[in-house]
């Protein structure tokens, strides 16, 4: 199904969470960058054969990683999720995040599923807004 969807849509490079090997070895015309970490899970970049990335740096969580391609960094998160992760989370915009975007380059791509509420408009019920979180993209604007 992934396959059918990333050939028909014409998908050269998608951000993946939650992944599990050998899923990904298997996709036609696809290579596989993962952080898959000791919970057998982890995020992953799929890129076209074509489009080589280099030196992939992955952080233990298993939860963030980074790879260039060309003059490009692509940058993808998984922040834990629930109020019970709430400090999981901040230390990933606090201290994770910043170590992979130190020395930012002049193009960057992060994508990810950041689990976070920037504002009151993007939950029901809450009046909690990600400090960390929205911190770190105001620095990135």
Not at 21 to 37: H, K, Q, S, W
Not at 58 to 86: H, W
Not at 107 to 129: P, R, W, Y
């Amino acid at each position: 199904m992934l396959e059918d969807f990333l050939q028909k849509q014409e998908i050269d490079i998608i951000l993946l969470h939650e992944g599990r090997l050998p899923v990904f070895d298997d996709i036609r015309d696809f290579a596989a960058y993962t952080n898959i970490g000791t919970t057998g899970r982890g995020t992953t970049v799929l890129t076209r054969d074509h489009i080589q990335l280099t030196n992939t740096l992955c952080l233990p969580t298993d939860k963030e990683m980074a790879a260039f391609f060309q003059n490009v960094t692509i940058v993808n998160i998984y922040a834990p999720s629930g109020a019970e992760r709430r400090r999981d989370r901040e230390n990933v915009f606090s201290n994770e995040l910043p170590y992979l975007l130190r020395g930012i380059p002049p193009l960057l791509l992060v994508g990810g599923d950041f689990n976070s509420v920037l504002t009151n408009l993007d939950a029901i019920d809450t009046q909690t807004t990600a400090g960390p979180c929205k911190s770190l993209l105001e620095d990135l604007t």
